[in-house]
């Protein structure tokens, strides 16, 4: 099993140590008065508790709840010492209640919420939504580099310019335009270009390098792989994962996903996470590959593929938060135990 410090720092104690690592990841608890919406947006704004729109969008709010309770469960374990934290996992016994969410929640629930209302990306609208659910709920453990860009955008700057001038102009290629993305995926399932462009969309408000786009769009077409897959027999993994690395964009990514989906059925999740890599380094090319992993080898059963997906360590908020909101794409959350969900923090939707 791996040791969750793995060299130098967890990625806690480097989002607290506000070192430059290579992370993108903002918050937003309480969202943001509805800005006004954009003209010719040529979309009828729809919101997931419409009569009409619940069929079509209940998919999107399971992946959203699945993502927060993933998140919630996750991070848990990032505050635990390497052998309480061991000793916990190999008994599978559960962290203490409360377990409360981060920024990937968040900024989850700002994406939501802006296609109920207006049913798309809307990329100015979406970057002064997240900087104002960072403003209003700071203190949700975002990276170093996602204050300066939520505070740089709240304070009016143009997010095309604060985005692109991280890192020397490469921009960030962290996690966090795909830790937030699964329910967009899900909403967007019946059309999968569509949903590629928008997850695109979505991430470049934030994450200005092509990797960290790659890692949402992956993301995002797994969501909306698992949408559709209900009510059918599950795709096996290696099926699933190859469908999401042919949709994308040749990069790490998507060699990653490709890595992972040669893998043996009986590949152990130590084994997955050593070669695939699990967060530690907070990239998507990093995180993202392992995370879907995780996801496509139980996608009937949402608590071991969280269990699973924990087993990586690494950036487990975030690599849990991904998994469970794909994998609850597909199942919803009726197989979680009811004592998981009561000791998830309140969730606003
Ligand atoms: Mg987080």
Known sequence: MLPIIQGQQTPRQARVSGLPVHV????GKQLVAAPPAPAQSGRRPTRPGDSNAHPRHSPALDSLHGLVLGDAFGDQWLALSVDEAQARYAARELCPAPWGWTDDSAMALVLVRHLAEYGEVHQDVLARGFAAGYAADPERGYGPSMHRVLRAIGEGGDWRAVTSELFGGQGSHGNGAAMRVAPLGAWLAADLDRVAEQARLSAET???HVEAAAGAVAVALAAALAARSRGTAAPERPDFLLQVAELLPDGDVRSGLRIAARMPAGTSVRHAAAVLGSGYRLSAPDTVPFALWAAAGHLDDLPEAIWTC????????????????????????GGV???WLTARETFPV
Do not use: M, N, S
């Open 206 to 208: 934030t994450h200005f």
């Open 310 to 333: 924990l087993g990586g360590w690494g950036d487990t908020d975030t690599t849990c938060a991904i998994t469970a909101g794909v994998v609850a794409a597909r199942t919803g959350l």
């Open 24 to 27: 993108g990841a903002p918050d």
């Open 337 to 339: 135990p009811e004592h």
